[in-house]
């Protein structure tokens, strides 16, 4: 008898959440702050005593019921914190205006210090470190710059950071200048010391190297270490599958595993997870054209396009449809809004875009229709 007082309690709760959870999906409510947790609790605790219970000595079936209670507290909040994040409404992609990326990125020293570059003034001097004196000049351009004869026992290193939506340049101490594109990191040493010049990246960078055939030049990524005297080039490391080095002016040398090619102008090698390297020929403005400002998709897969401008213009992507094989063609500038870009990719008639944005926290994110 026992046995069933305690199932009729614990079914009673259980019908209880289950009306609950019914009338908050059919009203569409989302959290909020002055959600009411106690006052919903002590709601149902009302429904589950409407119809009373013999009191009963039988401990666990007490522990039982409270148990259920407990969870639904848990169950609530989840829920609502669930509905919070996934409710998106939709709205006019001309109502919002979504800018474009602008020059911002955190330069971290060797002791851990963030620096927030883009609140720097132009010609202003950031640190000095073992005498080198770190600056940002007329241009904006981090810049290093030390002795002749200057000599380090240890050399420290710096990191510089992109977000979505930002990018920079600076000059290497070697006086290399490197194009940063949005989401992007790179480690270098603050004074070329050794034999080679060898620096780390994630991301998206356009080298132009300064010749000096003593010291090679080498960028290690994931993937893959290029190995350069002087020349111009791009690299694209985004974490992805694959990686790519595309070559504008003079020669590097791709190393993966125990794999090697050389590359020359207009040649571009490819990186898999797997070490292997394919080299082929290509139009290298279509990969150097964001540094000049442009957005270039030359039969580009639909993901590929969609990843460049989440990163540019930090704002998430959704599909309607995945594994789609759509392609696009097109140039567009990259210093326009968000609306421009997309209107011009819709003129292709192939896609359409829906901007979605969440009341209760601002988050923006686009859909994309294939059509």
Same mark, same amino acid.
């Given at each position: 008898m026992k046995d069933k007082n305690n199932a009729k309690d614990i079914s009673k709760t259980e019908e209880a959440v289950h009306d609950y959870f019914s009338l908050m999906e059919s009203k569409? !409510?989302?959290?909020?702050?002055?959600?009411?947790?106690?006052?919903?609790?002590?709601?149902?605790?009302?429904?589950?005593?409407?119809?009373?219970?013999?009191?009963?000595?039988?401990w666990r079936r007490w522990i039982a019921v409270a148990s259920c209670i407990t969870l639904l507290a848990g169950s609530i909040v989840a829920w609502q914190l669930w509905n919070n994040r996934s409710h998106f409404e939709l709205v006019s992609l001309e109502d919002v205006k979504i800018l474009p990326a602008h020059g911002t990125a955190i330069l971290t020293l060797a002791n851990g210090e963030k620096i927030s570059l883009d609140q720097l003034q132009p010609n202003s001097l950031i640190t000095t470190v073992d005498g080198i004196r770190v600056s940002k000049n007329a241009n904006g351009e981090?810049?290093?710059s030390a002795a002749?004869?200057?000599?380090l026992n240890h050399i420290a290193n710096h990191h510089i950071e992109t977000?979505?939506?930002g990018f920079y340049t600076l000059l290497l101490p070697d006086g290399s200048k490197v194009w940063l594109n949005a989401e992007t990191k790179i480690k270098y040493p603050i004074h070329f010391g050794g034999s080679e010049r060898?620096? !780390?990246?994630?991301?998206?960078a356009y080298f132009k190297v300064t010749h000096d055939a003593t010291k090679p030049f080498i960028v290690k990524t994931d993937k893959?270490?290029?190995?350069?005297?002087?020349?111009?080039?791009?690299v694209e490391a985004y974490g992805k599958d694959l990686e790519a080095t595309t070559l504008? !002016?003079?020669?590097?040398?791709?190393?993966?595993?125990?794999?090697r090619l050389l590359l020359e102008p207009g040649q571009q090698a490819i990186v898999d997870s797997k070490n292997a390297i394919q080299k082929k020929q290509v139009d290298d403005s279509q990969y150097t054209a964001w540094i000049n400002g442009d957005f270039s998709f030359v039969d580009t897969e639909i993901n590929e396009v969609m990843s460049q401008i989440s990163r540019w213009y930090n704002i998430d992507i959704v599909y309607d449809q995945k594994g789609n094989d759509l392609r696009l063609s097109g140039m567009v500038a990259r210093?326009?809004?968000?609306?421009?870009?997309?209107?011009?990719? !819709?003129?292709?008639?192939?896609v359409k875009f829906e901007l979605e944005v969440n009341p209760n926290n601002q988050e923006r994110r686009i859909r994309v229709k294939i059509i």
């Open positions: 569409g !409510e989302a959290y909020s702050p002055d959600f009411d947790e106690s006052g919903v609790l002590g709601r149902i605790q009302h429904d589950i005593n409407k119809s009373p219970v013999r009191l009963s000595k039988n981090i810049t290093y002749d004869n200057l000599k977000p979505k939506g060898r620096i !780390e990246l994630q991301g998206e893959q270490e290029i190995t350069v005297l002087g020349t111009s080039f791009n504008v !002016e003079g020669s590097v040398k791709i190393s993966s595993g125990q794999r210093n326009k809004p968000l609306d421009t870009v997309l209107n011009i990719l !819709e003129m292709t008639g192939k």
